[in-house]
């Protein structure tokens, strides 16, 4: 037989909301080709109030020069629901499940980060699910006590976890990331925390690029 007609969608794509997720985006490698692997993909979550579409690009280049898909979900409300997370969680899980049946995904390569309220949602769907994703960084994001259940039982426990933040976020103090980073180590939590002496709190195309991608590329 001829070669399969290879009619999959390359580069940056717009989802609109269906039936059990909200609109999200998506970019995939313009190399793309099915292989026996799988492909690499990262979850990454925008901060309070932001867009998936706009999140995306700050994960782009990366993911462009090292061969990953990118999901950039939208949060369901005007951000990510953590005091109730079933409602986002269900929706990306939705997501995911959507790209799986369209593309030749690697289901022990899926990273997940997030920016601010987007970290905070990352530590939450990442250590109520964590079978579901390889690795795990929040970025300027805080552990919101909605964990603590999940705490306690140890969840997530074996999920690398890296944690990135700011010392000079005023939204999201560095002093509480660092008291709660010993928690989590004291708990048996696999840490690494890498706190930047001159970073405040705003979008990351550097930390993505430089500091989250690569530990990544290693785990």
Partial sequence: GGEKLDNKQ???SHWKPEQGHNDFSLYVPECYEE?????????TLHGG?????EYLW???RFARSQGYFLLAPKSVGPTWSILQPSIDINSILKML?????????????VFLSGLSDGGTFSYILGFSHPHKFAALSPVAGVLSPITDPLLRT???KSLPL???HGALDTIFPVQSVRSTNQLL???????????????GHALTYSVNENIVGPWFEQV
């Fill in 185 to 199: 180590e004291k708990l048996g939590y696999n840490l690494t925390y890498t706190e930047l002496a001159n970073w």
């Fill in 10 to 12: 390359r580069g940056i």
């Fill in 97 to 109: 499940d959507k790209i799986s049946e369209d593309y030749d995904l690697d289901p022990a390569a």
């Fill in 162 to 164: 890296h944690v990135v």
């Fill in 35 to 43: 292989r026996e692997n799988g492909w690499p993909l990262i979850v």
């Fill in 49 to 53: 109030y932001g867009q998936g579409r």
């Fill in 58 to 60: 700050s994960w782009l």
């Fill in 154 to 156: 140890g969840n997530g």
